[in-house]
């Protein structure tokens, strides 16, 4: 079945450390997409990348990292820079880019202990 | 700057109640897209619905339907007869036809529907 797939569900970071966080895709769609959730703040948008080897930076890209080398896999490095990274993250990703429908994956949640 | 408000932190029902959930938008453009999401509690968000700024068509699915008004930049949505498996955190959202299909959400509607 296609879809989208994040891992691991569950992270523990330790402060000061750097994390990677996966999400790999078999839909075929161009471009991706990673969002942070906060309880009670809607979900805003950390980076996106329409094609392979290109990424712009969304709303709230400070202290966050990513890498597009295949076109199924965007992951998302959380910095040592980024203060508060305890949140719930999603990848999500569209077919073209043309606002179709953004497909989710299951989200991971990271904290910091 | 695009933006989002959906006004309604909470709304509690009892099942086979309608609830409408509400959400206002505000961008400068004139081809845009509305969207509203599903988060269960598993986490992952579920589509619903789409609906382009130059059709202003109200949808029924089911038990749903979406009003889109313009003039009130609104695009609410309404559950009829509302079960138990409606819970959930619902998100609106809007796309600009020029920001790559990015999306900017509202900060969302939970939803408690108790038998």
């Known amino acids: 079945d296609g879809g989208i797939t994040q891992s691991p569900k569950y992270l523990f970071r330790k402060e000061g450390q750097n994390v990677t966080l996966s999400c790999e895709q078999n839909?075929?769609?161009?471009?991706m997409y990673w969002y942070r959730q906060d309880p009670g703040q809607g979900l805003r948008l950390i980076y996106y990348?329409?094609?392979?080897?290109?990424?712009q930076k969304g709303d709230i890209a400070e202290g966050y990292s990513v890498s597009r080398e295949k076109k199924e896999s965007f992951p998302l490095t959380v910095t040592s820079a980024q203060k508060n990274p305890t949140a719930f993250y999603l990848c999500a990703s569209i077919l073209t880019g043309r606002a179709t429908e953004a497909f989710f994956g299951q989200g991971t949640r990271l904290t910091v202990v | 700057a695009q933006k989002v408000t959906q006004a309604q932190t909470e709304i509690s029902v009892v099942e086979k109640e309608d609830v409408t959930l509400d959400c206002v938008y505000e961008?400068?453009?004139?081809?845009?897209?509305l969207f509203w999401y599903k988060q269960p509690p598993s986490g992952e968000l579920v589509f619903l619905i789409r609906?382009?700024?130059?059709?202003?068509q109200n949808e029924i699915s089911g038990r749903y339907s979406w009003n889109f008004q313009k003039s009130t930049s609104s695009f609410n949505f309404t559950i009829t007869a509302s079960q138990v498996v409606d819970s959930a955190v619902y998100f609106c959202a809007l796309s600009e036809a020029g920001r790559y299909s990015t999306l900017t959400f509202g900060k969302g509607t939970m939803l408690l529907v108790s038998p």
């Open positions: 609906r382009n700024s130059f059709d202003e």
């Open positions: 961008t400068r453009d004139t081809t845009y897209y």
């Open positions: 990348s329409q094609i392979v080897n290109d990424f």
């Open positions: 839909l075929n769609h161009d471009a």
